[in-house]
């Protein structure tokens, strides 16, 4: 699109006479597009079938004068409050069948609505289509962002009537029979109709049935979107269509959601006041997920610019953070990073959610940083547009392995995205780049695969595995592999991890939940500390590489190592702690011969971008100190004050040719 740098607006939030102000300093910082209206529904139908598109048409004129693009957003999250008084059941109900109310306040009252609801979306086709046609030939629009974080883990989803019917349908199409869904949850239904939804009990939850629970409400998001794209794409067949994604974490399988798009965004906040303190390895590891979505190059479409807040504010990006913050997002393949936002509001729950200006609207530090920041690297996006991180290494990431280990953790502290993250974190700390992939995708052409906790396991991810190894990959599974079916009973032919024993030379008949302790393993000659879980594992062909120095498990393996085919199989029956992680994952990435960008200390990051020819390094400072570096690897320096140096939240940026492997 030739699009790179861009902001969140809010024109109707001030007058008319200040935007040409906002348009102007837009452009003298290099903004070339706008992301606007996406929480705006009642500005622009106050009443039902009472359009006023008129508002939004002169800010899209004004800011195209100054050429900048606008992206419109679907404001479905924020019903307008005449239409929750006129439909209350559009109202999301919880688990305790209260509803969530919300009376339309603007960013106070996002989702709380049903995407089930066939009254809600009557009221959706009435104003998309009429939004979209109003808007469908005007030159200054280019694209849509359709609702606003679908997915989000913001609490359970909708338990209405209307979610109840459509889970019923939705079983009796994934089942056929009554008789056959009894034999897949172990219950006891005459009819689909004695279904509901899982409604707060005085007994727990079950577990097949929660899967399937999981699993509509993704299909039911999946649809949602799906239907507000095809209104979109019959109106302006010449726009592109996008959505914002919220990480790791989400109610929805988003590579189904991602397929349904031109291309993938996310909203990026790495000192939210929820999280003030995010890693910039968590950082990263959302941006590649959201990269796997797609498999290509994706937009950020909200990436934090000031202080965040509400009832408690965040920590204020110190001098030199929102570029590192911004160019973390390029280096891991954002083609085009939009500022949430330009201007921090007057009123509403996000009044002290600060943007590129404060509520002066006077430019300060943050525009002079921002608008530095893209007149430096201006320059160089045109050429990083479509190109993606090449790596070596990969992640397997699963919507439904996510789901299954939410209901049953095994561990109160065990979770599957938390795992994703230890493991990335050890790659990340060695300046590894690496993807993240669907079960089931190719990952031939990877020298490594980590899949941690593939709890629940089929015949076809086994073969899947072995196969990959026979071939002469490299795998690393771990503790609770193989341990269900895909309908979440567990397995009973075997001993763990079933069939995949055979890759690993293992088989684990007994394990311990590490409950309130800590365990100990020796590695080497030295003893490490791991937590959550203890496989016993006992050898089939396997050798030992960590053994057990806690009580009844002492002496018996840890950690093995098998050679299946031309390939290796790492199986890790614990949780190890951040010592234990780097020294086994130096080890393995050392067995795989894996390419490592360079060195440095906590806190420096590297990462890649290749387009057939060249590849382009980023090496990021994250911290507020001085820090030094060394490349492996012949690269020309394009943007930076000293080689092998860097200041406090520095970026440079490198160039050299393609890394051949």
Known sequence: MGIHFGVDYDPEHWPRERWETDARLMQEMGIQVVRMAGLSWFQMEPSEGEFHFERLEEAVALLDRYGIKSILGTPTAAPPAWIVQKNPEIQPASRQEVRRHSDGRYREGRQLNCPSNPVYRVHIRRFVTAFARRFADNPGVIGWQIDDGLGSPRGDLCMCGSCKRLFQKWLGRKYKTAQALNSAWWQGYNSFEQIGTPLAAATKDNPSAMLDWKCYCSDLIVNFADWQAEILRKHCPKHAITHNFTGIDSQADCCELAGLLDFVSSDVYPAGHWQPHQPPAETAACHDVVRSYSKKSFWVSAQQAGMTGREILGRAPEPGQLSAWAMQSVAHGADAVVFSRWRACPAGAEQFWQGILGHSGNPGRIYSEAKKMTQTFARYMEAFEGSIPGCEAAIVHSFRQSCALDIQPNHPQLRYTGQLQKYYKAMYDKKIPVDFVQEMDDISKYKLVI?????????????????????????????????????????TEMELPGRLGALCGIEVPEYDCLLETIGGVLYGKKEYAVEKWCDRIELRGAGQIAEYSMGVYRQTPAITENRYGSGIAWYVGTEPGSELMEDMMTYITGVCEIETLGTAGDGVEMMTRESDEKTWLFVINHTGDEQVYHLHGMYTLLEGEREESLKPYEVQLFAGSRRRR
């Open 451 to 491: 899949a941690p906790l593939q709890y629940l396991m089929t015949p076809e991810l086994e073969q899947h595995y072995m196969d990959y190894v026979a071939g002469g990959g490299h795998l690393v599974l771990t503790m609770r592999t193989g341990v269900k079916d895909a309908g979440n009973l567990c397995m």
